[in-house]
Antibody, heavy 117, light 107 residues
Framework: QVQLQQSGAELTKPGSSVKISCKAS????????ISWIKQRPGQALEWIGA????????GYNEKFKGKATLTVDKSSSTAFMQLSSLTPEDTAVYYC??????????WGQGVMVTVSS | ETTVTQSPASLSMAVGEKVSISCKTS??????MNWYQQKSGEAPKLLIS???TLRPGVPSRFSSSGYGTDFVFTINNVLLGDEGIYYC?????????FGAGTKLELK
């Protein structure tokens, strides 16, 4: 079965960077894009961007350009998202998801990133 | 960017009642609307995908309709296990955007 296993919670300081991972299994990793989605506490969902694991091609929500950088390692079927210049507004749960024609078919369990001094 | 306006923000229903949630989009998206359920502490789960297509394993009590800019999600005979937050999401154009969510509580 399709599974996305994300890395553990992060506690970071303002101005720093963090890199979170999403390991895929149960399907051919290069067959579907991986999207990343942000959910602030008690808030709705925001699409950050997506990466094609086969080509490495990326697409970003304009709002997150310069904030998020998406990469993959095909050898380990793992997608990564680096968040830079962190502020308290970046405190959120970040999900990876398998994207199929714009819908998010399978989701990781989410990673809580807390930015606090 | 396509804005998705979802209503109501919350619902309190009794077991067995019918739930209706509306999503309106700021641009014509054909039938490129998806619906998710998020239970407390969990990731969202895709229930219905584009073309009002029920996902495998999702009970037929869940359905949706709509085309263009107006969409409705329905739960017939709501059960206690249906509590959670429901989101709509358009997949017609990027950035992919979500509604603000509807919190469903059971009395």
């Amino acid at each position: 079965q399709v599974q996305l296993q994300q890395s553990g919670a992060e506690l970071t300081k303002p101005g720093s960077s963090v890199k979170i991972s999403c390991k895929a299994s149960g399907y051919t990793f290069t067959s579907y894009d991986i999207s990343w989605i942000k959910q602030r506490p008690g808030q709705a969902l925001e699409w950050i961007g997506a990466i094609n694991p086969g080509s490495g091609g990326t697409g970003y929500n304009e709002k997150f350009k310069g904030k998020a950088t998406l990469t993959v390692d095909k050898s380990s079927s793992t997608a990564f998202m680096q968040l830079s210049s962190l502020t308290p507004e970046d405190t959120a749960v970040y999900y990876c998801a398998v994207e199929n024609s714009g819908s998010f078919d399978y989701w990781g369990q989410g990673v809580m990133v807390t930015v606090s001094s | 960017e396509t804005t998705v306006t979802q209503s109501p923000a919350s619902l309190s229903m009794a077991v067995g009642e019918k739930v209706s949630i509306s999503c309106k989009t700021s641009t014509d998206i054909d039938d490129d609307m998806n619906w998710y359920q998020q239970k407390s502490g969990e990731a969202p789960k895709l229930l219905i995908s584009e073309g009002n297509t029920l996902r495998p394993g999702v009970p037929s009590r869940f359905s949706s309709s709509g085309y263009g800019t107006d969409f409705v999600f329905t739960i017939n005979n709501v059960l206690l296990g249906d509590e959670g937050i429901y989101y709509c999401q358009q997949s017609d154009n990027v950035p992919l955007t979500f509604g603000a969510g509807t919190k469903l509580e059971l009395k």
